[in-house]
Every structure is written in structure tokens, then in C-alpha cells.
T-cell receptor
Framework: GAVVSQHPSWVICKSGTSVKIECRSLDFQATTMFWYRQFPKQSLMLMATSNEGSKATYEQGVEKDKFLINHASLTLSTLTVTSAHPEDSSFYIC??????????FGNGTRLTVT | SQKIEQNSEALNIQEGKTATLTCNYTNYSPAYLQWYRQDPGRGPVFLLLIRENEKEKRKERLKVTFDTTLKQSLFHITASQPADSATYLCARPGSNYQLIWGAGTKLIIKP
């Protein structure tokens, strides 16, 4: 089946620094990548949708200058959390849907900002 | 607004019994509902999709129902095993075709 590889699986950073999260589609071309954030015991919250070669579409309330998304190729999308603060600590997950199939998710990145 | 509601309390089931999880939705009936499994620290994994015109869908020990009158989907795991312990998420398409997710129900199968 389709595989989405997400790295790193966890990261601890200091407040004010930036963190980049990568998602790669290993055996298919991901035209669209969805980026979610999940707080403990809460729903997956869609942050943004990125399409290869174009600007990402951000959900209401998500700061595009803080959460930079790049989708420069059909196999790689990145999310950079800039000037991270403790309130940005969360579980970030990417996903895509090969063809018309349901979503395939990466294994998530646990971000802890100290 | 469109919402997905799942029981936030963990469900404890004895091994071998049938586990039943509930997903309630608001507003109009979606064209389909999806169920995913999520293990701790991992991304969700797709399990089943049931369309509005399907009352029931099965896959091995899994069964999903879709009741448009009750605005509810039930997710059943028969002959449950400890390995079935996980959080199960329900999702529906929203007005902009993005998925709207429930918070998930944690299922614990006790040996």
C-alpha cells in the first residue's frame, strides 16, 4: 500500500527556534498533502492543504507566517514551525490520498518546545 | 455546523466479546463516513468507508453501520483481541470536502 514517511518522529527544541518536519510519499506522487495538528484526546485539526508547485491553503486561525509549508515536488512536503513557543507543542501529522483512496497518514511528529 | 461526536470515555471490553463504538454526526447526512485506527504516537490508519446508501459494511472482524435516521454510525469488532486496543476515529466530509474528525474513542481489550 501507499507509504507516507514522516520525519522526525519526535523533536525537542528551545523556544524561539524553528523546526522543520518532512513528509515523503515513497511509492506514489502526492499532488496534495494535508497537515494536521492533534492535541491529546482531541480531534485531528486540519492546519493547511498544500498542492505541489503552488501556495498552501491555510485553515482559519492558522498563521501562515508561523507554519511555513513547502511542497516543491510530488514526493516531498515540509512544514516549518518558525519561532516555536511552548504552545506549539503538539503532534503534527501529514497525510495524502493516492488517487481516490482514503487518506494515508505519516506516523506523526511529536514536537516539544521548552 | 457539522460535527462528529464520539464517546470520549475509554471503552473496556473483555477479550472475545464484541466491541461497539458510536459515531454521531450533526447537520445533513454525509455522502460517506470513514473509520480509522490510531495507535499511541502514530498516525491514523484507514479501516473502512461506508456510503450513505449502504446500511452495513464488513471487513473480516469489523462491521460498520450507517443510520441516516439516527445520524449515527456504529463500528463493531467481533471476537475482540488485545491487539485491537487502540483509539478509533470517525470522520465525515465537510462542506469544503475536507474531512471533519471525531476526537476518537479509546478501546481497551482486556485479556
Amino acid at each position: 500500500g501507499a507509504v507516507v514517511s514522516q520525519h522526525p518522529s519526535w523533536v525537542i527544541c528551545k523556544s524561539g527556534t524553528s523546526v522543520k518536519i518532512e513528509c515523503r510519499s515513497l511509492d506514489f506522487q502526492a499532488t496534495t498533502m494535508f497537515w494536521y495538528r492533534q492535541f491529546p484526546k482531541q480531534s485531528l485539526m486540519l492546519m493547511a492543504t498544500s498542492n505541489e508547485g503552488s501556495k498552501a491553503t491555510y485553515e482559519q486561525g492558522v498563521e501562515k507566517d508561523k507554519f511555513l509549508i513547502n511542497h516543491a515536488s510530488l514526493t516531498l512536503s515540509t512544514l516549518t514551525v518558525t519561532s516555536a513557543h511552548p504552545e506549539d507543542s503538539s503532534f503534527y501529522i501529514c497525510s495524502t490520498h493516492p488517487g481516490n483512496s482514503p487518506l494515508h497518514f505519516g506516523n506523526g511528529t511529536r514536537l516539544t518546545v521548552t | 455546523s457539522q460535527k462528529i461526536e464520539q464517546n470520549s470515555e475509554a471503552l473496556n471490553i473483555q477479550e472475545g466479546k464484541t466491541a461497539t463504538l458510536t459515531c454521531n454526526y450533526t447537520n445533513y447526512s454525509p455522502a460517506y463516513l470513514q473509520w480509522y485506527r490510531q495507535d499511541p504516537g502514530r498516525g491514523p490508519v484507514f479501516l473502512l468507508l461506508i456510503r450513505e446508501n449502504e446500511k452495513e459494511k464488513r471487513k473480516e472482524r469489523l462491521k460498520v453501520t450507517f443510520d441516516t435516521t439516527l445520524k449515527q454510525s456504529l463500528f463493531h469488532i467481533t471476537a475482540s483481541q488485545p491487539a485491537d486496543s487502540a483509539t478509533y476515529l470517525c470522520a465525515r466530509p465537510g462542506s469544503n470536502y475536507q474531512l471533519i474528525w471525531g476526537a476518537g474513542t479509546k478501546l481497551i481489550i482486556k485479556p
